[in-house]
């Protein structure tokens, strides 16, 4: 990967009703080029539109992907990744870091209402399933839209220079937790 390829990485840092969103620009030469800011409703619906007026909103027509980090922030505001390449024209990944079976039981036990636990549920099924990547003796788990499985593994591999999580991740998480420091003070 040429070392100016940037990607926006997409992070999230909760404490009461609202979810500061960090987005962070970072060139695979792991360059700081930029940030955005934005917020979701915890426990709410709102994570795909906010992320995307992110996208809007940071209008830099040299990034060429978008990482986020995983497909379900601030208390299950599950995040269509469909959508967001469809609204961004970008290829959009997410990444996560644990083995798990899945969220649908976790979902059901977090709404008493039972018809938001299945739609929420339901969106969340409808993302690509996630697949392995090995990465500096590491693996975490990715799913990918607008890239096929084989781009989105040397992606996350790119822009991971060390251990498991790719550098727009990291670097957009710590945003979101300083900013979210910031917030409540």
């Known amino acids: 990967m040429k070392t100016g390829v940037r990607a926006l990485g997409v992070a999230e840092s909760y404490s009461g009703q609202t979810s500061t969103l960090a987005g ?18 915890v426990g709410g619906s709102d994570a795909t539109d906010a992320i995307a007026a992110m996208v809007e909103r940071l209008d830099r027509e040299d990034v060429r992907y978008l990482v986020v980090s995983g497909v379900a922030p601030a208390w299950f ?17 997410s990444v996560t870091y644990e083995a798990s079976p899945g ?5 059901r036990e977090a709404f008493d209402d039972e018809s938001t636990a299945q ?7 409808a ?3 996630r697949r392995p990547v090995t990465v500096n003796d ?26 498991g999580r790719p550098e727009p991740l990291r670097v957009a998480r710590l945003a979101a937790r300083a900013a979210e420091s910031f917030r409540e003070t």
């Open 127 to 129: 993302q690509p399933e």
């Open 77 to 93: 505001n599950v995040v269509d990744l469909r959508a967001l390449h469809e609204r961004t024209g970008l290829p959009v990944l």
């Open 138 to 163: 590491e693996t975490v788990y990715v799913r990918a839209v607008g890239l096929a499985d084989d781009e989105a593994a040397d992606v996350v591999r790119g822009f991971t220079p060390e251990g």
């Open 24 to 41: 962070s620009v970072v060139r695979a030469s792991r360059v700081v080029d930029g940030f955005v800011f934005g917020e979701c409703t």
């Open 119 to 125: 739609d929420r549920i339901e969106a969340y099924r």
């Open 103 to 107: 969220l649908a039981d976790a979902i």
